[in-house]
């Protein structure tokens, strides 16, 4: 039993590093230029590891970019009808907030996928991230009809949820440069969430 667990954490141990090191290759270098050479050798692990827990790159990337994901949502994972939806939308820019401005290449790397047509996630998002946003909307459309919140259409606050936290990490150049700086600070940080939180949630008829 104890050999079993422990061949579990080792297995489970191998994963995370693997997809870790697979995460800066692909930043890197690209789906391209990313080989499973290199990622192996960023993880310090034999390439036939890699081939082992995920076969293909192919496999491996689709791997990174829905692990991203499910970190990103992570902040509605409990949502219910008896929520509270101040609560609620008030951690998940929070959490979306501090994924933005502590990985920002992460949203690059989904953001260079979408804008490729999304060739690798089609299947993914036509599936898996579309029941997860019918899920959530259904939600906050329990929410609108208990009179929690004044918004009609749910998935336009989803949209407006990921489109201004995920600025921050897709067009960091272009922030950087508008407020002058080569990095984010916590302080940059608190200044969106001060702005954010407030204005989301008085557009949500919550004060």
């Not at 890197?28 to 827990?53: F, S």
């Not at 609620?88 to 933005?100: N, S």
């Not at 989803?158 to 916590?186: C, V």
Request: one cysteine or more.
């Amino acid at each position: 039993m104890n050999t079993h667990r422990s061949q579990q954490q080792i297995r489970e141990q191998n994963q995370q590093q693997i997809l870790a090191a697979a995460e800066h290759e692909f930043i890197k270098q690209g789906y391209k230029g990313a080989t499973m050479q290199g990622i192996a050798d960023r993880a310090g692990l034999p390439k036939a590891n890699v081939h082992y827990y995920f076969k293909s790159k192919k496999n491996l990337y689709r791997s990174v970019l829905t692990t991203i994901i499910d970190e990103w949502n992570e902040g509605l994972v409990n949502m219910t009808a008896d929520s509270d939806p101040k609560v609620v939308i008030t951690q998940f820019i929070h959490v979306k907030l501090e994924q933005a401005f502590t990985h920002p290449n992460r949203h690059k790397l989904f953001a260079l996928e979408v804008i490729n047509g999304a060739p690798h996630l089609q299947d993914f998002m036509a599936t898996t991230m579309k029941a997860w946003a019918a899920d959530k909307v259904e939600v906050m459309q329990a929410w609108h009809r208990q009179g929690k919140i004044s918004i009609a259409d749910p998935l336009q606050l989803l949209f407006l949820l990921w489109a201004s936290t995920q600025r921050y990490a897709e067009f960091e150049t272009e922030i950087l440069g508008l407020i002058d700086k080569k990095a984010y600070d916590e302080q940059d940080k608190q200044r969106a969430l001060d702005f954010l939180v407030p204005f989301i949630l008085r557009g949500c008829g919550l004060e």
